[in-house]
């Protein structure tokens, strides 16, 4: 197994990756950068967790959704999209004020 250093949202991190696996680790890690980036562009959200938690959010939700997928054109979720969640998931902190 090799590692590969990876930047997401412009933090590196050194990932295991299996020799047969880099490309496969590679789009994921853009796809994440991708998500995140966008999230934090939106300027409503500044904590680097509640952005990947977002993030991670927005790609299991796309991933349930996949065998329903919206035809290739669909761009994914929209900036209402994310903002909804953001409030979702900012009610739900309100309660006890903790991420985790």
């Known amino acids: 197994m090799k590692q590969l250093e990876v930047t997401i949202m412009g933090q590196s ?4 990756c299996p020799d047969d ?3 496969a680790l590679l ?3 853009a796809r994440v950068d991708r998500e995140m980036c966008a999230i ?4 409503r959200v500044r904590a680097r967790e509640r952005i990947a938690v977002l993030a ?20 994914g979720p929209t900036s209402r999209d994310i903002d909804a969640l953001i409030e979702k998931i900012d009610q739900a902190i309100a309660a006890d004020g903790q991420l985790i």
Do not use: S
């Not at 991190?13 to 295991?16: E, M, P, S």
């Not at 934090?40 to 300027?43: K, Q, V």
């Open 40 to 43: 934090r562009d939106a300027g």
């Open 13 to 16: 991190y050194v990932l295991a």
């Open 21 to 23: 696996g880099e490309d």
């Open 56 to 75: 991670a959010l927005n790609l299991a939700y796309a991933q349930a959704e996949a065998p329903t997928a919206a035809p290739a054109g669909d761009p």
């Open 27 to 29: 789009a994921a890690v």
